[in-house]
C-alpha cells in the first residue's frame, strides 16, 4: 500500500496527522490507519461554492478513515471514534469532515481475502497513515463456486431488498402527491436493481448515480433493459432523462416538475426492471450452482 500524502495540501496533512494523534492516544489498540476514498485516489474536492436553484451551496470531500484495531470490540472502538469526531470538530481550524469506519485486522483479512469489494478497493488505492508493524494485510485469493455463489446470493438480496423498499416508498409518497419525491424514490430503486445485477454477475460494484452509465454496465446480460427504457422517441427520452435528473433534482430543486402521469409511467417502468433483475439473478445463481457441482467432480476425478 502507499504510504505518502505529499500529493495532498500541507494543512490538511497536519489535519490527517493531528487525526492519527488523536486515533493513537485514545485507541492504544489501533493497528493500522488508512485513508481511502477521494483523498487516497487525489480526485478530492478541497473547496467548491456555487449556486444550485437559486440556494448558495458549498462542497468539499471527506477524511475517509479506515481504523484497524486487534484486542478491542467494535462498539467501544465506535464510541471512542466519536469521541475524537468531537474534539476534532471543536478545533476552530478543521473543517474539513471526516468519516471513520473500523475493523478488526481479523475481520478485515477476511473480507480481502474473500474479494469483498469494498474492503479489496480500499486495500489498491488506500495510503497507510499508521503502522505498528504487528500486522500484515491479506491478499484477495481466487474463490470457488461456492464461495462466488454464496456472496452473490448476499450482494443480490441486499440489492434486491433496497429496491423494493425505495418502490414502495416511492408509492406510498405518490399517494401523498410528493411527486418530485416520488421521482427521486424511483430512480433509488432504479439504481439498485442495476446494482443487484453487477453484484451478482461479477462480485464488484463501484458508487455510480449516473443511470446512463449504469444500464450501459448491464445491457450486455440482457436485452430487456433497453426494452424497458428505450430512448427511441421524444417521450421516452424525457421520461429516462427525468428518472435520471431525480436523483439531484427530485430532492432539490422546487422547480423540476414531475406529473402524476410521469410517476405511473415510471413506476411500471421500474416494476418490470425489477421483474427482470429477479430472473436474471436468480438465473446467474442457478449457474453458479451447477457450476459448483462441475467444480467438485472435477476435483472427484482428479483424485
Known amino acids: 500500500m502507499k504510504k505518502s500524502i505529499a500529493h495532498i495540501p500541507g494543512r490538511k496533512q497536519e489535519d490527517l496527522e493531528y487525526l492519527v494523534k488523536l486515533i493513537l492516544e485514545r485507541i492504544p489498540q489501533t493497528q493500522m490507519i488508512i485513508l481511502y476514498g477521494s483523498y487516497a485516489r487525489g480526485d478530492y474536492v478541497e473547496y467548491d461554492q456555487r449556486v444550485e436553484f437559486g440556494i448558495p451551496t458549498s462542497y468539499m470531500s471527506d477524511y475517509d478513515i479506515l481504523v484497524v484495531t486487534h484486542g478491542i470490540d467494535d462498539k467501544t472502538v465506535g464510541s471512542k ?7 476534532y470538530y471543536k478545533h476552530p481550524d478543521l473543517q474539513t469532515p471526516v468519516q471513520f469506519i473500523n475493523e478488526d485486522i481479523k475481520t478485515l483479512n477476511k473480507y480481502i481475502s474473500d474479494g469483498r469489494y469494498f474492503y479489496t478497493q480500499i486495500r489498491a488505492e488506500g495510503i497507510i ?29 441486499e440489492k434486491y431488498e433496497y429496491a423494493h ?18 421521482s427521486f424514490l ?14 451478482t454477475y461479477t462480485l464488484q460494484n463501484n458508487k455510480q448515480h449516473n443511470l446512463r452509465k449504469l444500464i ?9 433493459f433497453i426494452q424497458i427504457f428505450p430512448c427511441n422517441t421524444a417521450e421516452e427520452k424525457r421520461l429516462f432523462e427525468l428518472l435520471k435528473a431525480a436523483y439531484v433534482e427530485g430532492r432539490y430543486n422546487p422547480k423540476f416538475v414531475v ?10 417502468k421500474v416494476e418490470a426492471l425489477g421483474k427482470l433483475v429477479e430472473q436474471l439473478c436468480r438465473k446467474r445463481l442457478d449457474e453458479y450452482g451447477q457450476m459448483i457441482g462441475q467444480e467438485k467432480t472435477g476435483k472427484a476425478g482428479d483424485g
Open 186 to 199: 424511483l430512480h433509488q430503486a432504479t439504481e439498485n436493481f442495476f446494482y443487484a445485477v453487477r453484484l
Open 129 to 157: 497513515l499508521y503502522d505498528s508493524g504487528k500486522f500484515n494485510l491479506a491478499r484477495k485469493r481466487k474463490l470457488n463456486y461456492e464461495e462466488i455463489k454464496q456472496q452473490a446470493e448476499e450482494y443480490f438480496s
Open 165 to 182: 423498499d425505495f418502490l414502495h416508498t416511492a408509492q406510498y409518497n405518490y399517494n401523498r402527491e410528493k411527486y418530485r419525491l416520488t
Open 81 to 87: 471514534l466519536d469521541s475524537i469526531d468531537h474534539i
Open 259 to 268: 406529473t402524476p402521469e410521469d410517476c405511473q409511467v415510471l413506476t411500471q
Open 216 to 224: 450501459d454496465s448491464v445491457r450486455k446480460y440482457s436485452p430487456g
